[in-house]
């Protein structure tokens, strides 16, 4: 599998004005040098992957497929990286922090920062510098919005010095932590393009000596030591989290991603293992978000 993501851009366009995305059935180690220089990434997902270029690579992906028995071309797709993203990546502040994109000019102070939510509050003083890709993670949804406060909640009840950020996509939560004062995080994603858009943006923030990018299974990965766990997921792998003995390891947890037909049975397993919630946010009563310490 390769993966690639851009350069800090010095335009103050993104990266990508088009996406031209191909589905694969089936997987195969893939070397960027089988591809033309517009080739981005690829995202795998169970037995599919997606391959991303910005210039049209039909012809290529083509002919490649005819040389591995194993793959086939499903589909082909062409959209604007604002559609692929769900929206134009621009500025916002969400509480303490200013979440802006590399190809946003930061001289420029006539330029509109809109808010992640009317409710949430504060300057904005700890810049964090995020260049999604074609990673979904740009800060915006409810919630990784959510994270972010409840990421507040946690430092400013209990100093965690060490964290854990399981399903890290961009990074967005591990940065956060740092900015905070976590001296160390381990920012964990199964997908390598998220793992090496993590690192990226890691490397943007200059925080490389605080925070690490690895890939690994979220499930395999929780008995890491850390004081605080993050964990924004799909409910399946979270159930798997909550039942291991590295939660109970955690000082602290915050869980996320859960819908609202996932949240009472996820608060019970909680309280089964001994753990209590202290804090909670729902977005539209639909997207939960629990802040936790031990007992």
């Given at each position: 599998m390769a993966t690639s993501i851009n350069e800090d851009a010095p335009s103050s366009t993104p990266p990508y004005s088009q996406l031209y995305i191909y589905h694969l059935s089936g997987s195969l180690p893939l070397n960027r040098d089988q591809f033309s220089e517009s080739f981005i990434g690829t995202w795998e997902e169970e037995d599919t992957s997606f391959l991303f270029f910005s210039k049209?690579?039909?012809?290529?992906?083509?002919?490649?497929?005819?040389?591995?028995?194993?793959?086939?071309?499903?589909?082909?797709?062409?959209?604007?990286?604002?559609?692929?993203?769900?929206?134009?990546?621009?500025?916002?502040?969400?509480?303490?922090?200013?979440?802006?994109?590399?190809?946003?000019?930061?001289?420029?102070?006539?330029?509109?920062?809109?808010?992640?939510?009317?409710?949430?509050?504060?300057g904005g003083n700890l810049p964090i510098l995020l260049d999604p890709g074609v990673v979904f993670g740009t800060g915006t949804h409810p919630t990784t919005r959510d994270c972010l406060t409840a990421l507040e909640t946690a430092f400013a009840q209990k100093e965690a010095t060490t964290v854990l950020d399981l399903g890290t996509g961009t990074g967005l939560l591990a940065i956060a932590a740092a900015r905070l004062g976590a001296r160390r995080t381990i920012a964990v994603d199964l997908n390598l393009l998220a793992v090496q858009t993590a690192a990226e943006n890691i490397r943007r923030n200059s925080l490389e000596h605080r925070i690490m990018a690895v890939q690994g299974r979220a499930e395999e990965m929780v008995s890491l030591s850390a004081d605080l766990l993050i964990a924004n997921i799909h409910y399946d792998v979270m159930q798997h989290i909550v039942a291991s003995d590295g939660f109970l390891q955690k000082r602290g947890y915050i869980l996320s991603g859960i819908l609202r037909s996932q949240a009472r049975e996820l608060e019970f397993r909680v309280a089964e293992r001994r753990r209590r919630v202290i804090s909670k946010w729902d977005h539209e009563n639909t997207w939960f978000t629990f802040y936790g310490q031990t007992a």
């Open positions: 049209p690579a039909e012809e290529i992906v083509t002919q490649w497929v005819s040389q591995h028995p194993g793959v086939s071309l499903l589909d082909g797709y062409q959209m604007s990286y604002e559609q692929w993203q769900g929206g134009a990546v621009t500025s916002y502040t969400a509480g303490r922090f200013h979440v802006q994109p590399p190809w946003e000019d930061t001289e420029d102070a006539s330029r509109p920062t809109r808010r992640a939510h009317p409710s949430i509050s504060g």
